[in-house]
């Protein structure tokens, strides 16, 4: 055991236990996996190779290997009907590499949404490969709204005519109109990708439109929303099936982790399951709630509203504190956020004006919109209180009542 043979990090992985249970998770990318979904990913299978796929194996003993990864494709494609899917991806970057390698050539055009403007960096930055092999040019939010101009976006891909249109976004609240974006790559005989890691799990049940129809290629990270575990797969038309197949392997990445794809055929199937479709409609439900919560306080939320399960919240312009120092007082009460910058942001990208929350982990553990707004409460009162030690105290004695009466795992 663990516990007996490797004290140190068995203490450190059981302080890590104890500040998830105590802390109230509002990091919009982050969520808590189901026991099962950790005890797939703790199996046997972490032992087994498996080169290539499911019935041309490179490796020999494969026939159960292959039934639990073609279990996991085909769940995925009863919650998307999408044609073709590739569970093997290890994570956003490798999948997004491998789309990029396929589709496109050395200094080819890619359209996509801009880093400050709710983007990503793993789509184009200095920092990841996308800046050394491509020209990516960039599409906006409209200044007023902080909604995605389409129509500025049509302008862009007509000038431009770049060979693929990603759709997508890491910190942007509004929904995407899939349609609008399709008409413009067809305009320009474009490749549209979409990139649905954040809301994925909230097009599971229809909650939010599916791209799928619309879409060459869509590709979504399996935890977030979904509650699996920190994977990635690709989706699109069968036409496609044999490029991108090539594309994950051999081109980008070797052996697949069939421990993690057995974890995500079990998030898959907890996601088939009808109490998910209540799950998801209350992670839209108190987003909604907490928006409308935070407004009513005084804060500035980014574009007024939100259609998915995150929001960007001013600390700055509505308070006059830095990032920096909300993230503090929220730490000391245990609210766990991130930064973000927002459109047109005038503040440096490390020290930006906004924090980004979310509300999948919170309804993990079914809170609902009572308790959204014992949040927004406390999330206010830690911001103003900054510098109120005896103040902090009090509201994180809140966060842990609070996270008392609703446990991450059931004992």
Not at 116 to 139: A, C, K, R, T
Request: aromatic share 14%; charged share 25%; proline share 4%.
């Amino acid at each position: 055991m663990l516990k007996n043979n490797d004290k140190i990090l068995y203490d450190l992985i059981q302080l890590e236990s104890k500040r998830q249970d105590e802390e109230i998770e509002l990091i919009a990318s982050e969520n808590y996996v189901s026991m099962e979904v950790l005890e797939a990913n703790w199996s046997i299978l972490t032992n087994k190779y498996s080169e290539w796929y499911p019935g041309k194996r490179y490796y020999a003993w494969q026939e159960f290997i292959d039934k639990i990864e073609q279990l996991a494709i085909d769940r995925a494609k009863e919650i998307f009907w999408a044609e073709y899917i590739n569970v093997q991806p290890l994570s956003w970057s490798p999948a997004n590499l491998a789309i990029y390698l396929w589709v496109l050539n050395p200094w080819d055009k890619v359209l996509w949404l801009s880093l400050d403007q709710g983007g990503h960096l793993s789509h184009w930055h200095p920092l990841n490969f996308s800046w050394l092999l491509y020209n990516i040019i960039p599409y906006f939010l409209n200044k007023e709204t902080w909604i995605i101009d389409m129509d500025e976006l049509e302008k862009i891909a007509l000038n431009e005519k770049p060979k693929m249109i990603i759709a997508w976004f890491s910190a942007y609240s509004r929904n995407l109109d899939w349609k609008r974006f399709r008409e413009i790559s067809d305009k320009i005989g474009a490749i549209l990708m979409a990139d649905i890691s954040h809301i994925a799990w909230l097009i599971a049940w229809w909650a939010l439109e599916n791209p799928i129809p619309y879409c060459d290629i869509v590709m979504t990270t399996t935890h977030k929303t979904l509650r699996g575990p920190r994977w990635a797969i690709i989706m699109s038309k069968e036409k496609y099936a044999s490029n991108i197949a090539r594309a994950v392997f051999p081109w980008v990445q070797w052996w697949p982790h069939e421990n993690l794809i057995a974890a995500k055929a079990v998030a898959f199937k907890e996601a088939l399951e009808p109490e998910f479709k209540i799950y998801i409609r209350q992670v839209i439900d108190n987003a909604k709630v907490l928006s409308s919560e935070l407004i009513n306080m005084w804060f500035i939320i980014v574009s007024w509203w939100t259609d998915n399960h995150l929001l960007l919240v001013d600390v700055y312009w509505s308070f006059w504190v830095t990032w920096k120092e909300a993230e503090i007082a929220l730490e000391k009460v245990w609210l766990s956020t991130n930064k973000n910058m927002i459109p047109y942001d005038t503040r440096k990208p490390l020290d930006p004006s906004w924090i980004r929350i979310g509300t999948p982990a919170v309804t993990t553990r079914w809170m609902k919109e009572v308790e959204m707004k014992i949040i927004a409460k406390i999330f206010k009162e830690a911001i103003i209180n900054k510098d109120d030690e005896v103040k902090l105290k009090d509201l994180k004695k809140e966060i842990l009542d609070l996270c008392k009466k609703f446990p991450i795992y059931k004992k």
